[in-house]
């Protein structure tokens, strides 16, 4: 029997990683003690907190330990760190290209106000590109929580920041209050602006949410979309019209959409035939990074080493990667399967 290849020296795109939520468990630690920040036990100690996030409570928990641990981020230093060791993680992975979504709103407060946390935002990312080669274009997103008059200025901001890495526009946090629609006009903005659209959907409530991000903001990937498996027809509509969905196996379970890991409809999806990109999501929390994702697949839903390339092309594919690079990475697929 053929031995497993690593999945870490698979080559691959990362679509789906939040800012704060992708940095290391140690730096967050030294950061809080730096700023005298009290963390509380869920996010202190060696194992990732036990969340349940598919009720509002649950979602409120999972939201105050995100909170808390953004608040640590105080100084463009701390930008700095987080984005390099974010990039160094991912290259540990196999990450070629990481698109990173982040909502600058979230950060203006400590950095200066809206334009100056972008600047400090984006000139980590140019930073962390240059000391660890890998590739980092940044996702702007907006919060569903907020009124959608402060989409707008996000996206016309992302607009204005396209020729310093801003590629796409998002829209995250609790699908459940609001509605996609409310948010169209900003979607308009920064696609007229050459931004792809990739809102989250299809994770705490069902394939409405999906169907909402495809017909209200022209949705190009959808973040998570998983719930889309419960809808066939849905399922035939993202494979015909190519729309990748932002997978994150992990997440999944641990906020309570899925009770164990093969209960995700990977092979639902795939059978399909939607295109996949496997994502992290919020690393810290959820305790593990981009290649463990590709483990899942293959441990709990019998992904073969040629099924685990394709989806690593589907993540290339899904991805805003130029065609030069999109044609190398895939070229390094081919390598790992034939090594």
Not at 12 to 29: C, D, E, I, N, Y
Not at 68 to 94: F, K, M, N, Q
Not at 114 to 125: F, K, N, R
Not at 143 to 161: E, S
């Amino acid at each position: 029997m053929e031995r497993a290849r690593d999945v870490r020296q698979l080559p691959k795109a990362h679509l789906h990683l939040h800012f704060t939520g992708s940095m290391r468990p140690g730096t967050l630690l030294e950061l809080a003690d730096k700023y005298g920040v009290h963390l509380p036990d869920a996010l202190r100690g060696g194992e990732p907190p036990k969340l349940r996030a598919t009720d509002e409570r649950g979602w409120f928990r999972f939201q105050r330990l995100y909170d808390i641990a953004r608040s640590c981020l105080r100084e463009p230093e701390d930008i700095h760190r987080l984005v390099r060791e974010t990039a160094e993680e991912d290259l540990r992975d196999g990450s070629r290209w990481l698109e990173i979504q982040v909502d600058p709103t979230s950060y203006a407060p400590r950095l200066g106000g809206l334009i100056p946390a972008l600047e400090i935002i984006l000139d980590a990312v140019e930073a962390a590109q240059r000391h660890t080669g890998l590739s980092i274009r940044v996702l702007v997103a907006a919060n569903r929580m907020k009124h959608p008059l402060d989409a707008r200025t996000l996206a016309r901001l992302a607009v204005r920041y396209r020729d310093r890495g801003v590629v796409g526009f998002g829209l995250s946090n609790d699908e459940r209050r609001g509605f996609a629609r409310d948010f169209d006009r900003a979607f308009a903005i920064a696609r007229d602006g050459g931004l792809l659209a990739a809102p989250h959907g299809g994770e705490l409530t069902g394939p409405s949410s999906v169907r909402d991000c495809l017909d209200d903001l022209a949705a190009r990937r959808v973040g998570h979309g998983v719930r889309a498996a419960e809808d066939p027809g849905l399922l035939a509509r993202l494979a015909d019209a190519g729309v990748t969905c932002e997978v994150c196996p992990a997440s999944n379970v641990a906020l309570g959409v899925y009770d164990k890991p093969a209960d995700v409809p990977l092979r639902v999806l795939w059978d399909a035939g939607v295109p996949m990109a496997l994502g992290a999501d919020d690393p810290l929390l959820f305790g593990s990074r981009l290649a463990a994702q590709y483990e899942l697949a293959r441990e709990h839903h019998g992904f073969s080493d040629v099924e685990l390339a394709e989806l690593a092309r589907q993540s290339v594919r899904g991805s805003v990667a130029p065609p030069e690079v999109r044609k190398a990475l895939l070229a390094d697929i081919d390598a790992w399967l034939t090594a």
